[in-house]
């Protein structure tokens, strides 16, 4: 499917007296700095607009959210324009499809490669490297100001998106997009301060313990680790508080497989796995009816612990064993 | 002192024949990628050049070292020109102070602000975020072309001594530059995989030891964790490993203080002191001889480690309850 142009999403936005954005659940700074941006821009040109959620923003992105966030369906009847941004399928906004629905006409802006394109006007740009820099053209195209505010929650969106800029989505474009945001006189180490830095305790000790069970096989190329309820319990901490520990495990030296086990509940083990340069994670999480890609992977088992670190290690080596033939 | 101007500095690199490049001890990515980068474009113009190092380049940046340095002081004998990069101060290459002044011209690029310019040609701008800003200019200024490799050296510079574009030094420029290395064919991803994911187990290890020993004080506000001896025998890690942990504990939420101290031996204490948004660790660092910024200090206490945590504790909270008033 063809993507409409920024001229044309431009001009329904314009068109549009009320307007209702929509985000994926579980949002990342990407989610909402794209969603508060775009909404801030509506405001600015006299629309009524709210970004809808389902759930809660996590502590260190709350500072993005000014007033243009609410959870009440209600709060605009039916929108002359439903609109979501970096998320390109109604599964991923469950609670909030129906409302989506009512709108007028809706907009998809989204930067994940999707299948089918539901909307009446669509925007998809897989090589984007955030729905940020598709939300800044945009807003360009509209002749709208970049105030400083916007500029900020841009910028939060494409930081987190990319790494820092260090994933390898990070592009010219990136780089070019990010400098203009200055000219709003963004402070980019405010934003950066209040994303990294506001790292709970409770967090980093879930981390500590993780890393104290630190495995490591084939010669240093397999790094495992995992995180029990029993740690959960210690901590204080929440479960979905181990992410990012994966990254820690491949950022060792000479490691090529980190696998990283949670255990969700005593029978069910979910597994996130990742390669650096050799070895393909697919083809480990597909024997346990997993996907992802040859990079970053990841499955679900249900066995035990113990259990599901031996077949997961023995799969490493044997994946690992393939390069060094 | 005013700056030469990049024109005056391309005109004696145009006109010497051979040219030893020298930069601080300690390399970090902005001292190695700046001189590397240098290196090569000076041999691309048929020029005898080299970096001249008196201390080994840390392994996560080995990569940027195809041939361009050396430790042998008679690689050339008494060169055209001598020129440092990334350090403003003959103090920061003691054992080689001496051939740099065997130069018959000097030149010294830094953005460090130093009080006393000591070479016969100087560039020094401290609002660059990194040398590699200021190399990439005379190189331009000279109108040599930045080719992949000169262009990853670069970004290796920048992106390090900006913290990844998250640090306040960061600016506009700074992303129009980096923009710009995209031209040259940069991959960017591969470079940081490169910097960040080589990590010695031993110093994951040792960050974990160290983490184990967090207090907290201050309602949170004040964070304090040390290294000892005994951590370094039993992980096998180098005491310089342990760089990264202050940052790692002022970012933790609602943590305004955080303090680190480092056994050097039974009674010399190194300590580091950053701030948050509250604090003024300098105020701290010089009750006990020590120097820095506000946001980031450190000072040497002879005593026992014991007896340094209850120091810098009481010192940090009396700071901290100065922002209470």
Redesign the interface.
């Given at each position: 499917m063809k993507n409409n142009s920024f001229e044309e999403i431009s001009e329904q936005l314009k068109a549009a007296r009320s307007i209702l954005l929509f985000t994926h659940i579980n949002m990342d700074g990407d989610a909402i700095g794209s969603a508060v941006a775009m909404c801030k821009v509506l405001r600015n040109m006299g629309k009524e607009c709210y970004v809808l959620l389902e759930d809660n923003i996590s502590?260190?992105l709350l500072f993005l959210d000014n007033g243009y966030c609410t959870k009440d369906q209600s709060i605009i009847d039916t929108p002359d324009v439903s609109m979501c941004l970096d998320c390109g399928d109604v599964g991923r906004f469950p609670k909030r499809e129906e409302k989506f629905m009512t709108g007028k006409v809706s907009i998809c802006v989204d930067h994940h490669a999707t299948t089918d394109p539901f909307c009446a006007y669509n925007y998809i740009d897989p090589g984007a490297a955030a729905t940020g820099e598709l939300v800044y053209k945009l807003i360009n195209t509209m002749g709208a100001t970049i105030d400083k505010e916007i500029g900020e929650a841009l910028f939060a969106a494409i930081?987190t998106d990319t790494g820092?800029?260090?994933?390898?989505n990070?592009?010219?474009?990136t780089?070019?997009i990010?400098?203009?945001l200055?000219?709003a006189g963004i402070?980019?180490?405010y934003v950066?301060?209040q994303i990294?830095?506001?790292?709970?305790?409770e967090k980093?000790?879930l981390k500590?313990r993780a890393?104290?069970t630190?495995t490591?096989a084939a010669d240093?190329k397999f790094a495992m680790a995992y995180v029990d309820q029993k740690m959960l319990a210690e901590t204080g901490a929440k479960m979905e508080e181990s992410e990012g520990i994966v990254s820690?495990l491949?950022?060792?030296?000479?490691v090529q497989i980190a696998a990283f086990l949670k255990e969700d509940s005593r029978k069910v083990i979910k597994v996130s796995l990742r390669a650096?340069?050799e070895g393909d994670v697919s083809a480990i999480s597909t024997q346990f009816n997993g996907g992802g890609h040859k990079k970053a992977a990841g499955c679900t088992m249900h066995c035990s612990l113990a259990e599901a670190m031996e077949q997961i290690k023995t799969a490493s080596l044997e994946n690992l064993a393939e390069y060094d033939k």
């Open positions: 502590d260190n930081t820092n800029f260090q994933y390898s990070t592009t010219k474009e780089h070019c990010v400098a203009s200055y000219d402070d980019s180490n950066s301060v990294y830095e506001t790292v709970r305790m980093l000790m500590n890393l104290g630190l490591m240093g820690e491949r950022s060792i030296a000479g650096k340069t």
